[in-house]
């Protein structure tokens, strides 16, 4: 389900009425059935990746915490190996599989390749790397193993963020779940203000946007150099417009039930500059790399050859987080 669709201009009030007047105790089972429900309108059997990796991370998390020495490492390296193969055989199974070819043709070799119609499940991407920063969370001792198999569910799958993000931490999410909202007038206007402005941006700004940048970026060769300038910087306010807009989106709807998401963009074009853009593009993913590779691969406190490096095994990373081609490698 898309937030941009009309199953959402219904799906959204229906849970909010029935979370406001189910009791509390009860209000976790309605947010869970509700986010599988919202997962299950892209290809409904794929909530069963969704639950292997729930369940892989869960149980690891827990033998984490009850062991010392080396099998906690063994845990970790095992729940973090278990849940990257389930996205790395959706997102880039075909990618290895074309380029196999590729040197295969190209050594003289016959290969016919795998056939394969594997569908990328929306939002993998999203929720493998909150899983992996619960696991990890756990591991370095600064979050609690969760008991509640089902409130660990819906830290995973809470429909809000689970298509494309903000990519939330264990600290500030899971705790809200045991949290009792009430219904709060102004809570609910505010909510209701980022969701309209997130529409806004992607609706109107971002999908008009895309027809002009669209229709130039597939006949370059015929195009003006002003229509191609035009379209390159109509292309930057388009993206942003278009993941700012999801992202305010998913936070208003978090906030109108009385969960508090993180902040994902802070007016990244007014950075003064690269670094400070990163501070501010895609908040929850740049976060996440800066803490859970940059840092353990030594961070700035390296030396400048290696600190380099370092950076360059983020962004390889990061670009073949947002896609399986050559072109986000690059």
Known sequence: ???????????????????????????????????????????????????????????????IEATRGRSRKLFLIGSIVATCAVLSLFKYFNFFNENIGYVSRWLGIAYEGIESSLVLPIGLSFH??????YVIEVYRG?????????????????FPQLVAGPIERPQNLLHQFYEKHGFDAERVSDGLRLILWGMFMKVVIAD????YVDAVYAH????????LLIATYGFAIQIYCDFAG????AIGAALILGFRLMQNFDRPYAAASVSEF???????????????VYIPLGGNKATN??????????????????GASWTFVV
């Open 278 to 292: 990163w501070r501010r593009w895609h908040i929850s993913l740049s976060t996440w790399f800066r803490d859970y």
């Open 246 to 249: 999801y992202s305010n989106i």
């Open 220 to 227: 370059v060769a015929v195009s003006s150099p002003l229509s």
């Open 305 to 322: 050859g290696k600190r380099y490096l370092n950076l360059l095994w983020v962004f390889l990373l990061s670009g073949l987080w947002h």
């Open 128 to 133: 493998t790397f909150q899983s992996l920063s």
């Open 142 to 158: 600064r979050q609690k193993a969760e008991r509640h198999f089902g409130i660990y569910s819906l830290y995973v799958m809470f």
């Open 208 to 211: 008009r946007l895309a027809m």
């Open 1 to 63: 389900m898309l937030f941009n669709s009309f199953s959402f201009l219904l799906f959204l009030p229906t849970v909010t009425l029935l979370y406001f007047l189910l009791p509390h105790r009860f209000r976790w089972m309605l947010l869970l059935a509700a986010s599988c429900l919202f997962y299950m309108a892209f290809i409904p059997v794929y909530i069963l990746i969704l639950f292997v990796t729930i369940v892989i991370d869960y149980y690891a998390a827990l033998r």
